[in-house]
């Protein structure tokens, strides 16, 4: 994967077939595999690609990004725009209303210290996300405490050196916050529990093939889902493996590295998305990680 690393663009996007068709044809995959049990897949050089886990979130935390979500319902519904097909993430043509009016569709950020799109460069300082901000950031934030533990003490295990940067990256962003007392930003810190810095909150959203360009290569986002619907499957195309993705599942990938790709047209889900901003790393002076390697990892 390093080298299909290097033949990719700084911004790849994943979204134009024919220079995907190219990538896939100087690196096609050896055999095609669909997963339905927990997974681990491993390149070439040992270094581990993707972690698989269906089933496990419980009905209690499946129950809080439930409750999560209805906290935000009204963030969600302002976030759809019906101009600007490029802008797909939060294009009308992409989600589906709910079939009992359970969830809101929509797809928002939630940080409590993030470079905002275009401010990733040296004179702008870390903000609040627009989602956070206000009384009702506080509910917000509150509610995604137990996912934040979970998914933490995932990336624990999944990419222990990645776990710690993302530690650090927290510690020196609260001390940053209260030297300049940013009072909403430290009280929002002090309570994020999660060492992901972004947690993106997707609802009855269909994807288009893709990839995240920002993400690190050799970082890993950790993406959950719940929800009542058919069955979905999630194709990391350039693998050449898909995976059942019912659920409470929980699926870790670099998102720059794989072009993934699922469709959804009814049902209820809700996937969550967490990833760190490589900028905050940065910002805060923490040291990059490299990729996870099969036997570093306590299995």
């Not at 996007?13 to 050896?30: A, K, M, V």
């Not at 993430?89 to 940080?111: A, E, K, L, Q």
């Not at 050449?240 to 990938?253: E, H, N, Q, T, V």
Request: with cysteine; aromatic share 10%; hydrophobic share 35%.
């Amino acid at each position: 994967m390093v080298r299909y690393n290097e033949a990719l663009d700084k911004d790849e996007s994943g979204q134009s077939e024919t220079r995907e068709e190219n990538l896939f044809n100087r690196f096609p995959p050896e055999e095609e595999r669909f997963l339905t049990t927990p997974s681990v897949v491993i390149d070439s050089g040992g270094r581990i690609i993707v972690w698989y886990l269906p089933g496990a979130l419980t009905t209690m935390i499946i129950k809080d990004i439930h409750g999560a979500m209805h906290s935000m319902s009204g963030l969600l519904k302002h976030s759809i725009i019906t101009s600007k097909i490029t802008q797909w993430r939060t294009n009308r043509s992409n989600f589906h209303t709910s079939p009992d009016g359970m969830v809101t569709p929509g797809c928002i950020n939630i940080s409590p210290a993030w470079f905002q799109q275009g401010r990733e460069v040296h004179g702008f300082s870390p903000e609040v996300s627009a989602a956070l901000k206000g009384d009702s950031g506080h509910n917000i934030t509150m509610s995604l405490q137990r996912s934040g533990i979970i998914v933490s003490a995932a990336l624990q295990v999944m990419h222990p050196d990645l776990y710690w940067a993302g530690m650090e990256t927290q510690v020196r962003l609260g001390k940053w916050a209260s030297r300049y007392e940013l009072d909403e930003m430290h009280y929002h810190l002090q309570r994020w529990t999660s060492v992901f810095n972004v947690v993106s909150i997707i609802c009855n959203r269909r994807s288009p093939p893709h990839r995240d360009p920002k993400c690190r290569p050799a970082a890993f986002d950790i993406m959950t889902t719940a929800g009542r619907y058919h069955p979905v499957v999630m194709d990391f195309m350039n693998l050449g493996i898909k995976f059942l993705y019912d659920s409470g599942s929980i699926l870790a990938s670099s998102c720059r590295l794989v072009r993934h790709y699922m469709n959804v047209e009814e049902g209820n889900w809700i996937v969550t998305a967490w990833y760190m901003q490589d900028s905050i790393h940065n910002f805060v002076g923490t040291p990059s990680t490299e990729y996870v390697k099969y036997d570093r990892v306590n299995m």
